[in-house]
């Protein structure tokens, strides 16, 4: 793409010395890049991200250690994502891309897109999902709100960043068709639909290559595929070696190595061992970075900011079970316990941490609405010490009261950046209280405060249970207006609560081993696990429930039948059945009958959040296209959907699948083919045009395999199906023929297919 900057950038190339090139490739600091004064380039200020601003006037870090400005801590995307609300999601980008304007931030270090291959990982609770499609389309609304103010992006950590344990050195070791189906489609749509200024490549090896080294993903995928054309930024100390990442598509290291880096560019130009023309294209991205820059005016009002964190989260809590507790009743006396009400844990740890605004309470809240709640501490939310006396207090408290409301979570250092979890665990100590407050009490509300999913073992025994996630500083308030029903839980779940560690997909690969990570379990993540292995989960992917009730009718296709490239609209018209006002988050996914691949049972491929007053009706649409029912087929090396039938279902959530209605897809497109010696028989007579060569060359040989009536009919199921899984070399073997001829027969095939396919 032209612009208005090339002609410029054109002579500052001409312009800057072999020196000031190379100094623009890292930064000057943690948070900037180097300006080259003498001809007027500024330098680009960055900050984390992604969900507020950890701005640093003062010394930086990447840690979260030393002190940020304040600013509004909004929800973390593990609860975002829950709002499956991509308007939302812009809106968020849009505030905090005002904010970077008022604090003079040009790159906001976000959006997180990593997929939760573990509940483990610690940095789960700054990641969208175990879902490839909803992470996407959250991140590409969270970028284009963020960049419509003049503010760019880092999508980040480019790619299959998946563990916190030895994330700078590990190599995650996976499959062409798992990367390329799991681990990068949230990257791929969120950059071909909203053009992030940046991508900050990860730590991590992908099966042996540094990130920043990777010429396959740098630049082969992201940039010749995927038509990528803004700068690879390396997270904070992900470079491995500076001349490599200049050839892989690496344009930024930060935070710089204090000129070292610099000096090896410059070197490697010198000796001839890395080409100035190489060089030239990463200034050049650099400086488009840096010319092209919007400069927009911001003015924040913290406090309206405040409250758009607080409706974000009333969007995106989750409520989990309910057997018609909640909402509260006034004029019933509610206790209040766990520290959590008074201290809610609303954030994570690590580079994302903010210095918050303003963190409001559940206590407080209920307090400032005059509710009739008494409250005990119970437990503490930073340790797992149970103590006798306040655990009394607290049980005796909720034995008094019509309804007992347990505000529970994981303590900061139970989560965080740079370590993953060793269990899904809650706190003992909150555990056993939530147990014996059941003994007492038959009306218990459990409001939890964790980054990701975490064992429930008192579920069954509970009459509620609201998942705040990290719900931002305003999760206080949330939880006060969702608990009272001031306001209707409409998130769900994006990701599977599943009922035990060991449960879980890479249970045996996770974080096991200091050199690689094995990802075993494939495309088969989250949800695409556990359905194909019909498992019991505590909690499915996609759910979420209500005050009100809501149904499906009408489910149509605008075609039954569609052709390659065609798009096809599938509508289906949601009625709130309830007597409140709701928001119902209209799901789609998609079944491949066709058995060409192993496959997931099904897979996300559509989601509509939709408001409703109740007994109100409204269609909702869905476009669905090739890739909508497509794999990554390996020997393509592109993504591939087969001919044959495939089922559209709409669901309340993965497990609650309300219609479903069948689709035929047509394409043209074939699977390479070519016959050697070990090819097998059936796949021969699978193939029409080698087949029809089979046939007429047994039939000229005179051999009984001549008819396929012989081979295909028989009752015999197992001489059928050895006849199947003979490799053709075997003909020598039990048919006679001689090797010359097995190769005639074979190069007449190879033949016929590259006839048939140029025509
Ligand atoms: C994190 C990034 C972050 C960067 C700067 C790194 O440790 O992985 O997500 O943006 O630090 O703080």
Known sequence: MTNKNDAKIQELLQELTLEEKAGLCSGSDFWHTKAVERLHIPEVFMSDGPHGLRTQKGEGDHLGLNESIKAVCFPAACATAASYDTEMANELGKILGNECNAEGVDILLG??????????????????????????????????????????????????????????????????????????????????????????????????????????????????AWGYEGCVVTDWGAIHDRVQGIKAGTDIEMPGSAGINDAEIIAAVKDGSLDEADLNKVVERILHLILDKEQIEGVVDWNEDHKKAVEMEKESAVLLENNGVLPLQAQKKIAYIGEFAEKPRFQGGGSSHINAWCVTSALETAKEKNRQIAYEKGFSADNDIYEEEIAKRAVECAKNADAAVIFAGLPDAFESEGYDREHMHLPESQNRLIEEICSVQENVVVVLHNGSPVECPWADKVSAVLEMYLGGEGVGEAADALLWGEANPCGRLAETFPLKLEDTPCYLNFANDKFNTDYTEGVFIGYRYYDVKKMEVQWPFGHGLSYTTFRYDNLTLDKKV???????????????????????????????????????????????????????TKTVTFVLDERSLSYYNESLKDWYAASGTYTVCIGHSSRRIALETELEYVTETELPFTVDMNTCLGDILAHPVTAAVFHEMMKNAGSHLASSDEVNDTDDLMMQSMMDSMPFRNFKTFVHIPTAAIQGIIDRMNEALKTAKSQ
């Open 111 to 224: 959006p997180a897109v990593n997929m939760k291959r573990s509940p483990l990982c610690g940095r789960n609770f700054e990641y969208y999902s175990e879902d490839p499609y909803l992470a996407g389309k959250l991140a590409s609304s969270y970028i284009q709100g963020v960049q419509s103010q003049g503010v760019g992006t880092s999508i980040k950590h480019f790619a299959a960043n998946n563990q916190e344990y030895r994330r700078m050195s590990n190599s995650s070791n996976l499959s062409e068709r798992t990367l390329h189906e799991t681990y990068l489609p949230a990257f791929e749509i969120a950059i071909k639909e909203a053009a992030p200024k940046t991508v900050m490549c990860s730590y991590n090896q992908i099966n042996g290559i540094f990130s920043a080294d990777n010429k396959n993903l740098l630049t082969e995928i992201l940039r010749d």
């Open 562 to 616: 569609m052709h390659g490239q065609e798009k096809i609209t599938v509508s289906v018209s949601v009625t709130n059945t309830g007597e409140h006002y709701g928001k119902e988050v209209v799901q789609l996914y998609v079944k491949d009958n066709t058995k060409t691949a192993v496959r997931p049972e099904k897979e996300l491929k559509g989601f509509c959040k939709v408001a409703l007053e109740a007994g109100e």
